[in-house]
Nanobody
Framework: QVQLVESGGGLVQTGGSLRLSCADS????????MGWFRQAPGKGREFVAA????????LYADSVKGRFTISRENAKNMVYLQMNSLQPEDTANYYC?????????????????WGQGTQVTVSS
Protein backbone atom coordinates (compact mmCIF):
# COMPACT_ATOMS: atom_id res chain seq x y z
CA GLN A 1 0.00 0.00 0.00
CA VAL A 2 1.40 3.36 -1.04
CA GLN A 3 1.16 5.94 1.74
CA LEU A 4 2.28 9.41 0.73
CA VAL A 5 3.24 12.10 3.21
CA GLU A 6 4.07 15.63 2.15
CA SER A 7 6.19 18.11 4.08
CA GLY A 8 7.98 21.40 3.61
CA GLY A 9 5.08 23.79 3.26
CA GLY A 10 4.87 27.07 5.12
CA LEU A 11 4.63 30.83 4.90
CA VAL A 12 7.02 32.66 2.59
CA GLN A 13 7.24 36.16 1.14
CA THR A 14 6.80 36.93 -2.53
CA GLY A 15 9.95 35.97 -4.40
CA GLY A 16 10.95 33.41 -1.82
CA SER A 17 11.56 29.68 -2.16
CA LEU A 18 10.31 26.47 -0.61
CA ARG A 19 11.15 22.83 -1.15
CA LEU A 20 8.34 20.35 -0.76
CA SER A 21 9.07 16.70 -0.05
CA CYS A 22 6.92 13.62 -0.53
CA ALA A 23 7.77 10.36 1.21
CA ASP A 24 6.21 6.92 0.86
CA SER A 25 5.94 5.12 4.18
CA UNK A 26 4.33 2.08 2.57
CA UNK A 27 6.11 0.70 -0.44
CA UNK A 28 8.63 1.85 -3.01
CA UNK A 29 7.76 4.71 -5.32
CA UNK A 30 10.38 3.78 -7.88
CA UNK A 31 7.90 2.24 -10.32
CA UNK A 32 5.32 5.03 -10.15
CA UNK A 33 4.92 8.23 -12.10
CA MET A 34 4.81 10.96 -9.47
CA GLY A 35 3.00 14.24 -9.62
CA TRP A 36 2.33 17.40 -7.66
CA PHE A 37 -1.05 19.09 -7.69
CA ARG A 38 -2.40 22.08 -5.82
CA GLN A 39 -5.75 23.43 -4.75
CA ALA A 40 -6.40 27.00 -3.69
CA PRO A 41 -9.44 27.99 -1.61
CA GLY A 42 -12.56 28.05 -3.75
CA LYS A 43 -10.76 26.62 -6.77
CA GLY A 44 -10.43 23.21 -8.36
CA ARG A 45 -7.41 20.95 -8.19
CA GLU A 46 -4.64 22.04 -10.55
CA PHE A 47 -1.78 20.06 -12.05
CA VAL A 48 1.64 21.46 -11.15
CA ALA A 49 4.34 19.00 -12.23
CA ALA A 50 5.00 15.32 -12.91
CA UNK A 51 8.03 13.08 -13.33
CA UNK A 52 8.55 9.66 -14.89
CA UNK A 53 9.53 6.75 -12.70
CA UNK A 54 13.18 6.98 -13.74
CA UNK A 55 13.20 10.75 -13.57
CA UNK A 56 14.08 11.18 -17.24
CA UNK A 57 10.87 12.94 -18.26
CA UNK A 58 9.11 15.84 -16.58
CA LEU A 59 6.07 17.97 -17.33
CA TYR A 60 5.08 21.31 -15.84
CA ALA A 61 2.05 23.54 -15.83
CA ASP A 62 2.68 26.72 -17.81
CA SER A 63 2.09 28.77 -14.68
CA VAL A 64 5.11 27.26 -12.89
CA LYS A 65 7.45 26.48 -15.78
CA GLY A 66 10.89 27.98 -15.16
CA ARG A 67 10.18 28.51 -11.46
CA PHE A 68 9.42 25.02 -10.10
CA THR A 69 11.49 21.85 -10.46
CA ILE A 70 10.30 18.32 -9.73
CA SER A 71 12.85 15.64 -8.90
CA ARG A 72 13.01 12.24 -7.25
CA GLU A 73 15.38 9.95 -5.35
CA ASN A 74 14.07 6.43 -5.82
CA ALA A 75 16.64 4.95 -3.45
CA LYS A 76 15.11 7.07 -0.68
CA ASN A 77 11.48 6.76 -1.86
CA MET A 78 11.34 10.54 -2.08
CA VAL A 79 9.95 13.09 -4.52
CA TYR A 80 10.62 16.81 -4.32
CA LEU A 81 9.21 20.05 -5.64
CA GLN A 82 11.63 22.97 -5.55
CA MET A 83 9.64 26.19 -5.81
CA ASN A 84 11.43 29.45 -6.56
CA SER A 85 10.21 32.99 -7.24
CA LEU A 86 7.00 32.25 -5.39
CA GLN A 87 4.02 34.50 -6.04
CA PRO A 88 0.80 35.04 -4.05
CA GLU A 89 -1.09 33.10 -6.71
CA ASP A 90 0.97 30.04 -5.77
CA THR A 91 -0.80 29.95 -2.42
CA ALA A 92 -2.56 26.60 -2.15
CA ASN A 93 -2.56 23.20 -0.53
CA TYR A 94 -0.03 21.08 -2.40
CA TYR A 95 -0.59 17.37 -2.90
CA CYS A 96 1.76 14.59 -3.93
CA UNK A 97 0.29 11.77 -6.03
CA UNK A 98 1.42 8.45 -7.52
CA UNK A 99 0.23 6.92 -10.78
CA UNK A 100 0.54 3.29 -11.93
CA UNK A 101 1.25 4.25 -15.51
CA UNK A 102 4.17 4.16 -17.90
CA UNK A 103 3.50 7.64 -19.30
CA UNK A 104 3.85 10.93 -17.47
CA UNK A 105 0.27 12.08 -16.90
CA UNK A 106 -1.20 15.41 -15.89
CA UNK A 107 -4.83 14.76 -14.94
CA UNK A 108 -5.80 13.90 -11.41
CA UNK A 109 -8.06 10.98 -12.33
CA UNK A 110 -5.03 9.10 -13.66
CA UNK A 111 -3.36 9.09 -10.25
CA UNK A 112 -4.01 6.23 -7.87
CA UNK A 113 -2.62 7.41 -4.55
CA TRP A 114 -2.68 10.80 -2.87
CA GLY A 115 -1.13 12.41 0.17
CA GLN A 116 -2.93 14.65 2.65
CA GLY A 117 -1.31 17.82 1.39
CA THR A 118 0.91 20.57 2.75
CA GLN A 119 -0.08 24.22 2.84
CA VAL A 120 1.95 26.84 1.02
CA THR A 121 1.15 30.49 1.69
CA VAL A 122 2.90 33.30 -0.16
CA SER A 123 2.47 36.75 1.33
CA SER A 124 2.54 39.87 -0.82
Amino acid sequence: QVQLVESGGGLVQTGGSLRLSCADSGRTLSTYVMGWFRQAPGKGREFVAAISWRGRSTLYADSVKGRFTISRENAKNMVYLQMNSLQPEDTANYYCAAAKTSAVVTTGVEYDYWGQGTQVTVSS
